[in-house]
């Protein structure tokens, strides 16, 4: 539907990574404790640098506990310093699970205020983007990270650079 397209592709509420005016939107859903998100890592930053008409936008859906709720807001909470894409590459870089003390560790090494980054965590649009990545996640039928939307197709699971290009090429050509 179209209400279900708009919050998927423009909701202000959505962090919007690669080129803000790009012809074709690639959505992803992840969590910072997801090993096959830390690995698609290199596929999107591969994508994005390739391809300088996509736009990405992140949905953060923290499914794996505790530690992948707490990254997810304060990755959240960084756009408030301007930091949430350098953090969030931080983060997916990270070795280890990502807690409380891991991600605090990072937040301080890009520079983030670590007091501000905590109050701001606590935000109602940090709740809300979270709880409307798990409704939008319900709706598409996505039972885990990573998951892509590609304009009209989904593409769950872990995908390599090459089939994110053609399922940007293919969107491109159906416009």
Not at 20 to 31: C, K, Q, S
């Amino acid at each position: 539907s179209n209400a279900n397209r708009d919050s998927l592709f423009n909701d202000p509420n959505a962090p919007v990574l690669g080129n803000p005016e790009g012809d074709v939107t690639v959505v992803e859903f992840f969590d910072y404790n997801c090993p096959y998100c830390r690995r698609a890592m290199a596929e999107v930053q591969g994508l994005v640098d390739a391809d300088p008409n996509v736009r990405l936008v992140y949905r953060e859906w923290p499914i794996l506990g505790e530690g992948s709720d707490f990254a997810a807001r304060a990755a959240l909470a960084a756009r408030q310093q301007g930091k949430y894409e350098a953090f969030h590459w931080a983060l997916m870089g990270m070795s280890g699970k990502a807690n409380e003390t891991g991600v605090l560790r990072i937040a301080r090494e890009v520079g983030l205020d670590t007091e501000q980054l905590q109050r701001d965590m606590e935000a109602p649009e940090v709740t809300a983007h979270i709880a409307q990545s798990m409704a939008l996640a319900q709706k598409l039928g996505f039972n885990g990270t990573p998951s892509f939307v590609v304009e009209d197709a989904l593409v769950p699971g872990f995908v390599e650079q090459s089939q994110l290009q053609d399922a940007v090429d293919r969107a491109r050509k159906a416009a």
